[in-house]
């Protein structure tokens, strides 16, 4: 009887271990395609001289971060930026890009240190709807 128990916490500890090991492989694959998808994003100053007037959506999602705007142009500038949407983490300082973006006129701002995959994704979602409105 004895020996029975101690197969079976046995087997129950090894269970547990799979378990915890499965868990962390997972997060660090995560972890792994998070930091190679923020490392790719590339961001493309957009020529508002080809954007007509409208209200345009745009979206970009990297593992853990999200991004929603919708970008309002009227006579080749960009009047105003809402982010409808921000999945973040750390990132709520990364907030400001928006209006760094509508102050410059461009997509070439600095990012928010601290936020830095937060200010890459919103500036990617902008882009997108920018690159949308083109199309």
């Known amino acids: 009887m004895r020996n029975k128990n101690i197969r079976l916490f046995a087997l ?3 269970i ?3 378990i915890y ?3 962390k492989f997972d997060y660090y694959r995560e972890l792994y395609h998070y930091r190679k998808g923020i490392a790719q ?3 493309s100053d957009v020529d508002l001289s080809l954007i007509p007037d409208g209200i345009y959506k745009g979206f970009y999602e990297v593992v853990w971060v999200g991004a929603e705007v919708q970008v309002t142009v009227k006579n080749h500038r960009i009047e105003k ?3 409808l949407h921000h999945k973040h983490d750390k990132g709520i300082s990364a907030e400001i890009i928006p209006s ?3 102050d410059a006129q461009s997509l070439w701002v600095d990012v928010v240190s601290g936020a830095t995959s937060s200010s890459k994704v919103i ?3 902008i ?3 920018l690159v949308g409105a083109k199309e």
């Open 12 to 14: 129950m500890l090894l």
């Open 16 to 18: 547990q271990v799979m």
């Open 21 to 23: 090991f499965g868990l």
């Open 41 to 43: 994003i590339s961001i």
């Open 81 to 83: 930026i809402d982010l």
């Open 100 to 102: 760094r973006v509508v």
């Open 123 to 125: 500036l990617k979602a």
């Open 127 to 129: 882009e997108n709807a």
